[in-house]
Nanobody, 123 residues
């Protein structure tokens, strides 16, 4: 069983900053990729940023230069530093991970989601 636990959401004014964290725990052999998606009211869930085990990053154009993902591999944790927040960043942010568990083929992975954390940018 694998769990993703997020923290760090909240209410912030435009131009402000927030830091989200996501910790993976449970039966983990390898984390292949980990990152964040978000879903605003009435919109589809979209990628914010994903980082792979190999160290590559894939940021959404809308957050480039403002958001930064970092990893603490020893703790199976990723952080999302969000600066210069805008109204349109308001959404529920979901942690996502593609994980190989000890009982799986080493060439396979399963996708896991956190419960979501609300980020609201409002004046």
């Amino acid at each position: 069983q694998v769990q993703l636990v997020e923290s760090g959401g909240g209410l912030v004014q435009p131009g402000g900053s927030l830091r989200l964290s996501c910790a993976a725990s449970g039966s983990i052999f390898r984390i292949n990729a980990m990152g964040w998606y978000r879903q605003a009211p009435g919109k589809e869930r979209e990628l914010v940023v994903l980082t792979t085990r190999g160290g590559s990053f894939n940021y959404a154009d809308s957050v480039k230069g403002r958001f930064t993902i970092s990893r603490e591999d020893a703790k199976n944790t990723v952080y999302l530093q969000m600066n210069s927040l805008k109204f349109e960043d308001t959404a529920v942010y979901y942690c996502n991970a593609k994980i190989t568990t000890p009982t799986m083929s080493p060439f396979s992975a399963q996708e896991y989601w956190g419960q979501g954390t609300q980020v609201t940018v409002s004046s």
